[in-house]
Each structure stands twice: as structure tokens, then as C-alpha cells.
């Protein structure tokens, strides 16, 4: 040990191990093209190979691993919905989540520490009761508590008694918790290439070739790859790339906004989030605290940051918690967001029978990356819809049937 | 700060507007069917380019029209929604 680190120490050629290989030259074909190397499409291609046997897969990712939405996340994981669809399915997410860093090897520091949502009115108390009791029926844990039930679980909060926005009480779910956003595709792309499937990084589709009602060939900067099947997981992008397939999404982009302080000594030990403040904070487990809030108030195709934002984010954040008055801010960032109109994501089949979608996944996908990856893989290996997706397809916007989850959304992902 | 020209107040904080988002039009409320419904609904222009779409100035509630690029966010001009209707 001593002498490996002398030795290394005095040299320029540490041997450096990769957890995932450089990108390889491209097959003319493969029998599943992912495109998008966010979390979601690395999580389908470790589930096709490890799950389904299914090796011959191309992630095509246009610019670095990860470098999307879910390198710019906050990282709520919560199962917290309204629809009893939605609480299935973010659910089983969570349970996936439970178990990630044994599936993976590699530890992705979930910390299960529970989700605090705050109300200063009625109206978000009694949102709170709906919340509640459909969290129960779906078995989660998830309960109203009141302004002492606040309290204990957050002693630092500004109550704001007799004020403007007192907090009346609040929507606890011990299920809720946090984990590290680049580990969760690192541990993924490192699990899923040990298995023989291909990343290409700085790949961008830029076509398609359609045949009839099939996907033919994707089209890309490196040149055209046969495809058996095709899934979409672009993030921010979806709009974009499902319309080069002719598919036309109901989903706007919106930019989404975050940024993180200077380190502290750990205080905040659950997530907290406002609804009426539209503000959300959680201290990382290097002592950041990460504040969020609400999307960009217009569509825009832009990662830009604006001023009133921040101020805006930083103003929630004091006034929950007025002794961060003086700390200063280390980082802010935004991603593009693809929204849709009922906060639900769409997954499943596309108007193309070999095309499979993974999106609208908006400013609340991280915490699905396990969920949506395992339950697309089934769908791609199987040829068809499994039960637990079928609320989330395409065809929900034309048969009035959507899944709203807007109001157990909008405040905190 | 960005600022938005509205027709009617000048160039203003866009803090001061709201956006109503992209125009879109009006389905015959008789002979549309369930589908096109739903196009009109969920559907909004979302393409990387120029949209027009319809903003509000929130203190004088007027409500106005903007071209704007989607990309650059560039707003290239705002004009009265009379002359959407002189235009149609
Ligand atoms: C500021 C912010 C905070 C958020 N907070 C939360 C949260 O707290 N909890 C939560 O659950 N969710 C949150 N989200 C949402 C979450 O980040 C996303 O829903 C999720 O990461 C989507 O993962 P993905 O793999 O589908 O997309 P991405 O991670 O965006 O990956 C898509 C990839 O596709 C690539 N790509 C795009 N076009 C092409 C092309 N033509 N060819 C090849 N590759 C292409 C991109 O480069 C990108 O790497 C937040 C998002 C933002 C922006």
C-alpha cells in the first residue's frame, strides 16, 4: 500500500480504471438503439442486458454521460402523488432506490431521510388530507402532521406565527429521500457495459429512417445505424428528437432553475419544500444545501440563469430559514425541461411500431431513472405495454384521460 | 433584468408580464371532433425557432402579442392583437 503510493505518488502514469470504456467504433446494427445517455436510457440498457439478455445495445449519448437533467437535478425521490397510477409507479421507484447501491455495486448514497412539504393555508392542508390518505390506500408512508408535528421534525424552521405565511402544518413521507445523481448513471453505464453493451458518447441522432410504420436506421453525426428497436429518453430534448420521427409530443420546454451554497455543518436533516413559496431546500451530504423551486415562467430552449430566479429562490429560502441570510451561494445552474400538460411523464408506445418512448419527464424524472429503465426494458424485450405503464401512454391526451399531478408536483419534483 | 416593449406601457421589466404561450387556432366549437380537440388543448408550438404567442402586461391587464425565438430568446417585435386579426 505505502510502496503503491510512493510509486504512483512520484509517477505521471497512474494506472487509471475506468468504469466505463471509450467509446468503440459503431456497429452497421444493433437489435436496441437508445438514444439519450441520461439516467433513464442508461437504467433500460442495464436492465435489457442483465434482466432480458438483451447485449446487443447502442446508448448514443450527443454529448458526455449524464451531462443532461440528471447531472442537474436536485434529487428528490418521493412517491408523495395524487393519482393512484402515479403513486404505483413512483412507489415501486422508491423500492428500487431502496436497493440501488447492492444492484449496482457502487454506492449511490441514497439517504431515505423523509420529505417534509410545508402549507400555509387551508386549501394546501386539505390538498394535504387528499394527498395523504390516497398515500396510505397505496401503502406509503405518508401523513398530515400539525405545527407541532412541524416543528419536531424541523426545529430550525421559521413558524412564522401570526405572520403573512405561518405554516399550519404539513405532509410527511418518511418514504422521501435524496441520493447522488452522477453515481446513479455512472453505476448504471459501468453495470451495463460489463455486460457488453455499447456507450457512445458525442453521438447525436440527427435522423431517422422510416419505413412504413417501422424505425429503419437512426442517423447519426458518425454515421447511420440498422435498428431492431428504438427508444427515446432525450430529457429536455424529447420534443425535438421524436419530432424528427414525425412524432409529435403535447410537450414545452421549460428551463429549470437550482443552485447550492457554500458548504455548512449538517442542520437540515429532512427535505423541506414550500408550496406557496415555491421553494424547496436539501442539504447535501457535503453540506451544500441545494434550493429549488419553480419552472422558468416561459417556454425557452436555453440552460441560461436569470437573476430574478435566484432572487426569488434565495428570498423562500431565508424566509423559511432566516440564518441563511448571510451565506453565500457556490454554484447555480438551469436545465431544459420537457413538460407536459399534466406533470405525468409518457412512456410506452409511439405511432411507430418499433419506437418506444421514455419522456415529459419535465423537473420531477430523476427520481424514476430506476422504475422507468426497468419497466421500459420489459416493455422493448416483451414487444409489449406492461399494466403499470399503460396510464402513461401517448394516447391519454386524446382520450381526455390524464393523470394529473400537477398540484403534487409543481412545488417540488 | 430582460426587458419586454409592450405596445401600450413601453419597455418594462418582463417581470411585470405573464405569458399565455403560443397562438393557436381556434377549433370550430361545432364541427371539431375529440381529436382535434385534443391537439388544440395539449399541443402548443414547441419547435426550435420563432413562436408568436400572447403576453399579458399583469399591472394593466392588456394582453398583447410577441414574436419571440425560442432558442436565443430574442423577442423580435410585440404588437397589438388587432393586427392578428387584421392579419387573419
Ligand atoms: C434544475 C433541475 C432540478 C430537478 N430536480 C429534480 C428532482 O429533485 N427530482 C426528480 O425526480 N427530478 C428532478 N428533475 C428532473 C430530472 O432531472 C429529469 O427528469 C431526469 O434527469 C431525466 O433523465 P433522462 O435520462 O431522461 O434525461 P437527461 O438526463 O437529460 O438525459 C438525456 C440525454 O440525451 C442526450 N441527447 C439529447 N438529444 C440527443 C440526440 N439528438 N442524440 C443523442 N443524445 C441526445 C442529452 O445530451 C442528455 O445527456 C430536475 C431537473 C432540473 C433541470
Redesign the interface.
Known amino acids: 500500500m505505502t510502496f503503491r503510493l510512493l510509486k504512483y505518488g512520484l509517477s505521471r502514469d497512474y494506472p487509471v480504471s475506468g468504469d466505463i470504456p471509450a467509446t468503440p467504433e459503431l456497429k452497421p446494427a444493433y437489435d436496441v438503439v437508445i438514444i439519450g445517455g441520461g439516467g433513464h436510457g442508461l437504467s433500460c440498457a442495464h436492465h435489457l442486458a442483465k434482466y432480458h439478455g438483451i447485449k446487443s445495445v447502442a446508448v448514443l449519448e450527443k454529448a458526455y454521460l449524464a451531462g443532461g437533467n440528471t447531472a442537474r437535478n436536485t434529487t428528490t425521490i418521493r412517491s408523495n402523488y395524487i393519482t393512484p397510477e402515479g403513486i404505483a409507479f413512483y412507489k415501486e421507484g422508491v423500492e428500487l432506490f431502496e436497493r440501488l447501491s447492492q444492484e449496482l455495486d457502487f454506492n449511490v448514497m441514497f439517504s431515505q431521510r423523509g420529505q417534509l412539504t410545508l402549507a400555509h393555508s387551508e386549501a394546501t392542508m386539505r390538498s394535504f388530507h387528499m394527498r395523504a390518505e390516497m398515500g396510505k390506500h397505496m401503502g406509503t408512508r405518508t401523513e398530515v402532521v400539525d405545527q407541532k408535528g412541524v416543528e419536531e421534525l424541523c426545529p430550525l424552521l421559521n413558524m412564522d406565527y401570526g405572520g403573512p405565511l405561518e405554516i399550519i402544518g404539513g405532509l410527511w413521507h418518511a418514504d422521501g429521500g435524496t441520493a447522488r445523481h452522477d453515481a446513479v448513471a455512472w453505476g448504471y453505464a459501468a453495470q451495463a457495459s460489463r455486460r457488453g453493451v455499447e456507450i457512445h458518447q458525442r453521438t447525436e441522432v440527427q435522423g431517422f429512417e422510416a419505413v412504413g410504420d417501422r424505425v429503419q436506421a437512426v442517423k447519426t453525426n458518425r454515421g447511420r445505424i440498422a435498428c431492431g428497436q428504438v427508444l427515446i429518453a432525450t430529457g429536455g430534448m424529447n420534443y425535438d428528437v421524436a419530432l424528427m420521427a414525425g412524432v409529435e409530443l403535447p410537450i414545452r420546454c421549460y428551463p429549470l432553475q437550482a443552485m447550492v451554497t457554500q458548504p455548512l455543518k449538517p442542520w437540515l436533516h429532512t427535505l423541506v419544500s414550500s408550496v406557496s413559496l415555491h421553494t424547496y431546500l436539501v442539504q447535501s451530504s457535503r453540506g451544500e444545501v441545494v434550493i429549488g423551486g419553480g419552472s422558468d415562467p416561459y417556454q425557452l430552449y436555453s440552460t441560461r440563469s436569470t437573476l430574478d430566479m435566484k432572487e426569488h429562490l434565495a428570498e423562500g429560502a431565508v424566509h423559511l430559514f432566516p440564518f441563511l441570510q448571510g451565506v453565500r451561494l457556490l454554484r447555480q445552474w438551469a436545465g431544459i425541461t420537457d413538460m407536459t400538460p399534466d406533470y405525468s411523464p409518457i412512456m410506452g408506445a409511439s405511432p411507430l411500431t418499433n419506437l418506444w418512448l421514455d419522456c415529459g419527464w419535465g423537473t420531477w424524472g430523476f427520481k424514476a431513472t430506476p422504475v422507468a429503465g426497468k419497466r421500459m426494458a420489459q416493455t422493448i424485450a416483451e414487444g409489449r405495454v406492461p399494466d403499470i405503464l399503460k396510464p402513461f401512454a401517448l394516447e391519454r391526451f386524446e382520450t381526455f384521460r390524464l393523470l394529473n399531478e400537477m398540484g403534487a408536483t409543481a412545488a417540488s419534483h | 433584468?430582460?426587458l419586454l416593449t409592450c405596445p401600450m406601457n413601453g419597455p418594462r421589466n418582463?417581470?411585470e408580464f405573464?405569458?399565455f404561450?403560443?397562438v393557436r387556432a381556434r377549433p370550430d366549437p361545432d364541427g371539431t371532433a375529440?381529436?382535434e380537440w385534443?391537439r388544440h388543448?395539449?399541443?402548443?408550438e414547441?419547435?426550435?425557432g420563432i413562436?408568436v404567442?400572447w403576453w399579458r402586461h399583469v399591472p394593466s391587464n392588456y394582453f398583447f402579442l410577441a414574436e419571440r425565438d425560442?432558442?436565443?430568446?430574442e423577442i423580435i417585435r410585440t404588437f397589438d392583437a388587432s393586427q392578428l386579426r387584421d392579419r387573419a
Do not use: T
Request: aromatic share 4%.
Open positions: 433584468m430582460k418582463i417581470d405573464q405569458s404561450g403560443p375529440d381529436r385534443s388543448l395539449f399541443r402548443a414547441n419547435r426550435k413562436v404567442e425560442l432558442v436565443s430568446n
